[in-house]
């Protein structure tokens, strides 16, 4: 049941018992009446249950505000309580209409608020607060038709384009730790079902302590060969199909209803990781389709990067547009994925937010391939980076040419380092490096969240420096035009100056 919330409160109306009022420019406030919380009311009951049962849901406003403040913060569910309940500006912006230091939520409820907002619902909110904030930025001249565009005058922009994986907070997976930890987990299975039997059963044997011996003496060595290594995996491979051999066999006498449900999807996980973990030993393969990685999380895949810090990581892959700093997740996926295949979708994603193709579109090599030419020049747009093929050699009459395509090159790759700074905000300031939710839904609300809150601290950080420069025109008054802060106004494209 939900109860549908009244028109937006003033901060001025909002009642302090120890006296005084807010102040109107206070990031919360401001942040606040950006929001447009009505708007995603219609979303949010679409997962609620309207059975009139049972007290009504808190509001939209609560539970999204509650999720900005725990990404905003950097903070763990407990301590976003506490911080709502001990900040005034906080309340407020969660839409109470005085200061209470009662909890507002026990903090497990910011579980049940990942899963009222999947991601495809935070992708809709975070394009309409992005299209509210570009309703109110102007654009310089020279931003809307940007140097080196070549067609189409229609075409307008800058569509960045690159991919990143958001590592999920596992333990780094070995073959040799993931059958040790199914042993354990197939144990306790094993032990649950017969303590349902009652007494005058006899417990099957697992050689538990033999097994754990066997995995230490492996685990804590600093050098181990292939073929001890080889035979370890065999060996707890041993143990484990026995496991799951006593827990067919008890499961006949024993419902495995008496597991819990953790404890029966370990089950499940189990008897695949043990499949794939056979068959690799079997071919003397290192890879295999739909990897289980951690036993936990099974969803997590391990994901190919090549990069020098890490060549493997293990989470989501995310494809990412960035249009004037304003950064689009436009695919998540847990299973890897060659990015340059999303080229045309962030292109017709493009078109379809502002209602014209790119003028150029800034990406990494990878997505320089003959279908991505074919389509960009088919709309009149143009794919930074070198041409394919050999280069040409340098002659007296091509010599002024190459030199300009030396320079729009170099100019691209520094058109495409926002994205490289978006990624390190997300990862070093905000949560996407390194997710702490279990669930690959609430992992994927995560990750959307986490780029709908860079969007509002942009936009937010715009406000402010546009309150900076209103201070400093009226400070320089009389030659305003010619002062060097207005051409720095000018390129970032702030909200007009009236």
């Not at 102007?138 to 922009?157: A, I, Q, T, Y």
């Not at 290594?229 to 484990?240: F, P, T, V």
Request: charged share 30%; glycine share 6%.
């Amino acid at each position: 049941m939900y109860r549908h919330s009244e028109k937006q409160m003033k901060f001025v109306e909002f009642h302090l018992p120890f006296g005084g009022k807010l102040l109107a420019n206070n990031r919360w406030v401001r942040l606040a009446g950006m929001i447009p919380w009505h708007e995603f009311e219609e979303q949010y009951c679409r997962n609620l249950t309207n059975d009139g049962k049972g007290p009504p849901a808190l509001s939209v406003r609560m539970a999204l505000a509650a999720l900005i403040v725990k990404e905003r913060l950097g903070v763990t569910d407990e301590e976003c309580v506490e911080q709502i309940r001990e900040n005034p500006y906080l309340q407020y912006f969660c839409g109470m209409k005085a200061f209470s230091t009662g909890r507002p939520f026990h903090p497990t409820m910011l579980v049940h608020f990942r899963k009222r907002f999947p991601a495809d619902v935070l992708k809709i909110m975070n394009e309409v607060i992005v299209a509210k904030a570009a309703e109110r930025t102007v654009k310089h001249e020279d931003h809307d038709d940007p140097k080196g565009s070549c067609g189409d005058p229609d075409n307008k922009g800058k569509l960045v384009l690159d991919a990143t994986c958001v590592p999920a907070d596992i333990t780094y997976p070995t073959d040799l730790k993931l059958l040790n930890t199914a042993r354990e987990k197939s144990e306790e299975i094993i032990d649950t079902l017969h303590k349902g039997m009652g007494r005058g059963h006899k417990k099957p044997r697992t050689y538990r302590n033999k097994a754990r011996k066997a995995y230490l003496a492996i685990a804590k060595s600093r050098r181990v060969s292939a073929n001890k290594l080889r035979k370890a995996r065999r060996a707890q491979l041993g143990y484990l199909l026995r496991n799951l051999k006593n827990i067919d066999v008890l499961s006949q006498s024993t419902s495995l209803s008496t597991l819990s449900g953790r404890q029966y999807r370990d089950l499940l996980v189990i008897s695949e990781l043990y499949r794939q973990q056979q068959w690799m030993h079997d071919h003397r393969s290192l890879r295999i389709d739909d990897r289980i990685v951690s036993i936990s999380q099974p969803h997590v895949r391990p994901i190919k990067r090549g990069k020098a810090g890490s060549d493997t990581e293990f989470g989501a892959k995310l494809s990412v547009s960035l249009v004037d700093g304003y950064a689009f997740v436009d695919r998540t996926s847990w299973d890897n994925f060659n990015e340059c295949l999303d080229l045309q979708n962030q292109v017709e994603a493009y078109k379809r937010r502002y209602g014209v193709y790119p003028a150029s579109v800034h990406a990494d090599r990878i997505y320089r391939t003959r279908d991505n030419l074919r389509y960009c020049k088919e709309h009149q747009i143009r794919l930074s980076g070198p041409r394919l093929g050999r280069p040409p050699k340098e002659t007296p009459e091509n010599a002024a040419a190459l030199r300009a395509e030396a320079i729009q090159a170099r100019q691209d790759e520094l058109d495409r380092i926002p994205i490289e700074g978006k990624f390190g905000q997300g990862k070093r300031r905000f949560s996407i490096g390194r997710l702490m939710t279990k669930l690959a839904s609430t992992s994927e609300t995560a990750i959307a969240l986490c780029f709908l809150v860079m969007n509002l601290e942009k936009w937010l950080t715009a406000i402010f420096l546009c309150l900076y420069f209103k201070e400093q025109k009226l400070r320089f008054q009389n030659n305003w035009n010619s002062c060097w802060l207005r051409s720095l106004y000018l390129k970032t494209a702030l909200i007009p100056i009236s």
